[in-house]
């Protein structure tokens, strides 16, 4: 059995940052960990022993980090604005290597944007994600269909998804962080339009 603190995860999960989690465990490759849940970024201010939900969090997340390796070969997430990106690097930085795949689907983006932005040595694939999910925007992005993972378990779904996106060719249009902030357009509210 796979321990997540032996993974590039296990500082994550230490601080508290591993929420929502539909899957936290051992996939079906030996020594690798996967989590399927939310990563939170910013705390909120915690009066006495209260649990308070944080600020913001990187969302859906879809990763899985092998033992013994200090960094996440492969991360997918949603992001509620795209200014948000500096504060993924800033949190999970360490855990994150120049050669890994890591795609952010963003709520503020135009829906037919497509891009690449670098932050430091890391390269994040920007997409945009209305009315969806990452695994869903995952699943069609790789080319898979859930025919092709409906006998798996949770980890083994998280594990051939993941190992697909290995074979993506994502050579989006390239674009500075800076330049991503001047074209974002303003956050929707989720709740709009939602039966109360």
Known sequence: MT????????????EGRLLNAVFKGGTT????FGFRGDIALKFQAQVADEKRPPDYSVEQVLTVAQEGESTIPVLAGYLHSF???ADVVDILGGA????GSYFMFCNNIDL???YRTKLGNITFHVLPCDESTVWKEMMD????SKNDIKRLDGGGKLDYLLDAVKYLDASYDEI????GLK????????NENRPV
């Open 112 to 114: 037919l944007a497509k």
């Open 83 to 85: 200014a948000y990106l």
């Open 183 to 190: 074209r974002m357009q303003p956050v929707k509210n989720r």
């Open 29 to 32: 490759k030996p020594g690798r």
């Open 3 to 14: 321990a997540i603190e032996n993974t590039a995860l296990g500082r994550l999960d230490r």
């Open 141 to 144: 992005l790789v080319g898979l």
């Open 96 to 99: 994150l290597s120049p050669d």
């Open 176 to 179: 500075s962080y800076e330049e």
